[in-house]
């Protein structure tokens, strides 16, 4: 009698693609770089501070005094004191925070080799929001950055860059950090999306 056994074939759940296994490679290592990229911007613009012994104008005695008296005395910049730059520390932290979880979450989906629709789903949503964060504490600080470079002659801002070069290096730095943080953000948010539509495909 013919035996009538038939294999059982994998669901579509247990099916395992190669893309899936790369692309989750890909994705552990965009989220350990943002992590680093993250902190290095977060270390950069906290430690943005310095002092300088400047020549402040006093005016004159008189008002026919022909010549102008300036004071010596010591200013201080730091970060603290431009709350776009303590927003910037904020966003970046968060993301730090964020990309920290979401490397440990995606080793673990990895090492069980599945990918949950509803992890691809959350993670797709919060990649952007977290995109729009650091984006956006991005182009704070970068503004920051270019006022302190060029300064604005039509509001009377002049520029700081000259006299505290250390500190605009810092705070120019941190942002160019943070924009390789928002570019891995993007990267991030278009693998989500692809894994996610590639799931649901198959």
Not at 26 to 55: I, Q, Y
Not at 165 to 182: D, P, W
Request: glycine share 6%.
């Amino acid at each position: 009698m013919a035996s009538t056994y038939k294999p059982e074939t994998p669901s579509r759940s247990e099916k395992q693609s190669p893309s899936g296994g790369n692309c989750s490679a890909v994705d552990v290592t965009l989220r350990v770089l943002l992590f680093a990229a993250s902190l290095s911007a977060v270390v950069v613009m906290v430690t943005s501070k310095e002092t300088k012994l400047v020549a402040l104008p006093v005016p004159p005695f008189s008002v026919q005094s022909s010549f102008q008296v300036y004071l010596l005395s010591s200013l201080h910049f730091n970060f603290n004191f431009l709350s776009l730059c303590r927003y910037f520390v904020v966003a970046l932290s968060i993301a730090v925070v964020y990309s920290l979880i979401t490397t440990i979450v995606s080793l673990s989906v990895m090492a069980k080799r599945v990918s949950p629709k509803l992890y691809l789903l959350l993670l797709a949503f919060w990649d952007v929001v977290m995109l729009g964060l650091v984006g956006s504490a991005t182009g704070a600080s970068t503004a920051v950055a270019y006022i302190g470079l060029k300064g604005n002659k039509h509001t009377g801002w002049s520029e700081i860059c000259s006299v505290y070069g250390k500190y605009c290096r810092h705070i120019g730095s941190g942002s160019a950090v943070a924009l390789v943080a928002s570019i891995l953000l993007i990267l991030l948010s278009v693998l989500s999306t692809y894994s996610l539509y590639k799931r649901v495909r198959d």
